[in-house]
């Protein structure tokens, strides 16, 4: 197949699934009715309604949990195309995924030593 062909199919699938979605958002549109109620903008937590902002209920440390997160998650989407082709490219796959995983530990171990995992 040539990369013209893939890329066809590529754009007739892209075309495809944004017209699905915009069929969905019209058919949504159409059948449901929207009341106007002035209480759903408020934020609520358990049936009461709460007296701080929205947007300053989290602690600023919980930023930190959420990048270690992000990086564990990047450290799984780069190890799965790795473990694809890890029997064909051999010793040097394994030695690229011994420096990545050592550059994640070490920024770990620092997190660590730093009392950025501990609960406060």
């Known amino acids: 197949m040539s990369a013209l062909q893939q ?5 007739g699938m892209i ?11 019209l058919l949504h549109r159409k059948m449901v009715k929207m009341r106007k109620e002035p209480a759903k903008d408020i934020p609520a937590e358990s049936g009461r309604l709460q007296p ?5 209920r989290y602690h600023v440390h919980y930023y930190g949990y959420a990048l270690l997160f992000l990086a564990f998650d ?5 190890m799965y195309p790795w473990a694809v082709i ?11 995924m011994g420096v990545f995983l050592l550059i994640l530990f070490l920024g770990l171990l620092y997190t ?3 009392g950025g995992l501990k609960r406060q």
């Open 7 to 11: 890329y066809t199919i590529l754009f």
């Open 15 to 25: 075309v495809g699934t944004l017209g699905f979605v915009i069929v969905l958002y």
């Open 52 to 56: 701080k902002p929205a947007w300053g």
């Open 74 to 78: 990047m450290e799984m989407a780069y």
């Open 86 to 96: 890890y029997k064909e490219v051999g010793i040097t796959a394994l030695l690229d």
């Open 112 to 114: 660590w030593n730093q």
